[in-house]
């Protein structure tokens, strides 16, 4: 899959994304929020780069800076070496990278028929014309597997299955060169989501695309992805590739969201429950706020005192990249 | 034996006259031994939720109806065991909550807003047991912790000002703090996070064994089932497919649909290797497949014969194993 360091697609250089809570009238700015913060990292052509994380991890914030559906607070995000800045309305880089939302019974429009929700991307980007729309559409729903005789439905006519295909026939009617995938089938079935996974698994082979899957699921992550990036607290924790995160990942963290997955061997709950699990008996403690310090200090196993002052900063570890001052070796 | 279920049907009506209508739990038997957990799996539309609801005679009235069948649970006090479906709804909410209560899978939503959580916990104490308030205030209190929530400092909060993870606890403090002895859990991890889902699975399990519970747990993930429960039922268009012991019934499957459930998930079948294509049950759960006499998977299934055409009977297996199924040799 990897062609080498010439052919990135993305690359993310110390992005953040701060949100200011008012804490009253005069000291507001006080109250800051790092959803997003410094994070960088690169994602080649034709990976499929994971990023994982719980609720609240900035996962979500990330695909919307890579959208550009919110502004950024500092850095940069360059697209195959180009600055990334959608304030230039550079309409052929909109093309380039699409996503597809999460919910798919809130992202499409519920009056507009599905050929109009389809084709629209594709007419306001002038890739083809409005009479040819119809036609058009049907090419797009035949890709993603579904029948012709849908254009003319409205969504509330479809299934949850079938609505997200639709989400990402619309996505791809531009021919997109990066797709950003928000969870895109934590809201469906099993059997749906497996038809959904295989449909995403055989788009990405056949039209060369590139994806950064974003989910919660780490057995998702082993199926499909090639590097994974976790994530906690706006942060950065590890990137490194599938199979060797699976076989021991290096951070305290990603150690603990591993061992969280319940496919791995069976009846081992209360085993979280009793061995002195710190995710357990810190409940009520979380993201470290205060400024300085590592973030995931709180819940950490190994900490140390150098963690409570000093930030620790994301270095690489062979095809590893680890942030922490005591990761685990490989051999643990 | 703390639940046993015989030959329960539900009816579902599909108009006004109530003369439509089909079966969304067919003949349905089960027993949940004290403190074991019973995992029900299957697609949802199932009815998987429905046969909760009816254990609580919950099932939504002038539309569904209990049609025969018993739901028998032992009471604590005395050695007789009480139907729920012969009770009378006057009596039905001296069960509730007292004998078997239930999670639901949304915390957002089964809470009440607009009052303190610790409130709504002593009602629940106080609806059942005479005494004094603040007797109520120091049990609620302690079932929070047990739950792991600080129990003085949340009493007094709103529901809006907890995670969902906490709310879900919340809701397993209330169901438990009148220590029932069956607990109706309804995919009560599907709106968490993977961590948080885990915290609760934990503390269900934790509830078990101290309190010698028996559950009822309803999901449609399969890896869930394998990690918490000691027996799976394979619920399919309002029929069991498939029962037996967890661990037999996800390593060695063996009604097609408990298969064809196995290999659509990742990970989870043994030949799994990453970025092979899944297995894809073909089209999908149809009204039509709950009146039909023959069996009620034949349109979807990949082993089907002509001798599917009949109704097909629970046949035994091996000891504790049924499956409804023809072909298996």
Do not use: W
């Not at chain 1, 200011?20 to 000291?27: A, T, V």
């Not at chain 2, 599917?308 to 040799?329: H, W």
Request: glycine share 6%.
């Amino acid at each position: 899959m990897n062609n080498g360091k010439d052919s990135e697609v993305l690359s993310i250089n110390k992005l953040s994304k701060h949100y200011y809570g008012y804490g009253s009238l005069f000291n507001f700015k006080k109250n800051i929020i790092k959803a997003v913060d410094n994070v960088s990292f690169k994602v080649y052509k034709g990976d499929i780069f994971s990023i994982v994380g719980e609720t609240g991890c900035g996962k979500s914030t990330l695909s919307k800076l890579i959208l550009g559906l919110t502004s950024r607070s500092s850095g940069e995000i360059f697209y195959q070496g180009n600055i990334l800045n959608y304030n230039l309305r550079k309409s052929d880089l909109r093309k380039k990278i699409q996503i597809v939302f999460q919910d798919p019974y809130s992202s499409l429009n519920p009056k507009k028929k599905i050929y109009k929700i389809v084709s629209l991307p594709a007419i306001k980007n002038k890739t083809i014309k409005k009479k040819d729309a119809l036609q058009y559409s049907m090419q797009m729903l035949k890709k993603v597997g579904l029948d012709e005789n849908y254009v003319f439905k409205f969504p509330h006519e479809l299934s949850g299955g079938q609505r997200q295909r639709i989400s990402i026939a619309r996505s791809l009617s531009v021919n997109p060169e990066l797709l950003v995938l928000d969870e895109p089938v934590s809201a469906l079935d099993v059997s749906v989501s497996a038809q959904l996974l295989n449909l995403l698994l055989d788009l990405h082979e056949k039209n060369n695309l590139t994806y950064i899957f974003i989910t919660h699921d780490l057995r998702l992550v082993r199926h499909m992805a090639d590097k994974v990036c976790v994530m906690y607290g706006g942060k950065i924790m590890e990137i490194s590739p599938v199979d060797k995160f699976f076989n021991g990942p290096l951070h305290p963290y990603s150690r603990v969201l591993l061992e969280s997955i319940l496919a791995y061997g069976p009846k081992n709950i209360l085993q979280f429950a009793d061995a002195g699990n710190i995710s357990l008996n810190n409940i009520n403690t979380g993201i470290k706020k205060n400024s300085s310090g590592c973030v995931y200090y709180n819940l950490c196993s190994r900490r140390e005192v150098q963690c409570i002052n000093n930030e620790p900063e994301l270095k690489e570890n062979g095809d590893v990249q680890v942030n922490c001052f005591f990761p685990y070796y490989s051999s643990e | 034996m703390s639940l046993i279920i015989d030959d329960l049907t539900v009816k579902l009506y599909t108009d006004f006259k109530k003369k439509e209508f089909f079966n969304v739990a067919d003949s349905v038997s089960f027993t949940i031994q004290n403190g074991e957990i019973m995992a029900v799996v299957g697609e949802s539309g199932s009815g998987k939720s429905f046969l909760g609801l009816s254990l609580m005679r919950l099932n939504p009235p002038y539309i569904s109806e209990i049609s025969s069948g018993s739901i028998l649970i032992s009471d604590s006090g005395s050695s007789e065991k009480i139907d729920i479906v012969k009770l009378k709804e006057n009596q039905l909410s001296g069960v509730r909550g007292r004998l078997i209560s239930m999670i639901f899978q949304d915390p957002n939503v089964s809470l009440n807003p607009v009052i303190k959580i610790g409130d709504q916990i002593v009602e629940a104490i106080l609806a059942h047991k005479k005494m004094k308030k603040k007797d109520a205030c120091d049990i609620a209190i302690h079932y929070l912790e047990l739950m792991r929530i600080d129990g003085k400092a949340r009493f007094n909060s709103y529901p809006h000002e907890l995670s969902g993870g906490m709310r879900q606890r919340v809701m397993i403090a209330m169901a438990m703090v009148l220590e029932p002895a069956v607990l109706v859990a309804d995919e009560p991890t599907t709106a968490l996070d993977v961590k948080t889902s885990l915290q609760v699975l934990a503390l269900i399990e934790k509830m078990r064994f101290e309190k010698n519970v028996s559950v009822l747990f309803i999901t449609h993930d399969l890896s869930i089932a394998r990690n918490i429960s000691d027996k799976t039922i394979v619920f399919y268009a309002g029929q069991i497919m498939e029962y037996g012991l967890t661990e037999d019934i996800i390593t060695n499957p063996a009604h097609p649909y408990s298969i064809s459930l196995t290999k659509s998930v990742p990970g989870l079948s043994r030949d799994y290797a990453p970025r092979e294509r899944l297995f894809v049950i073909p089209g999908s759960l149809s009204q039509s497949d709950f009146k039909s006499g023959k069996c009620r998977f034949y349109n979807r299934c990949f082993k089907k014969t002509e001798r599917c055409l009949t109704e097909i009977p629970l046949l035994k297996l091996s000891s504790g194993r049924f499956a409804r199924c023809v072909n298996i040799q």
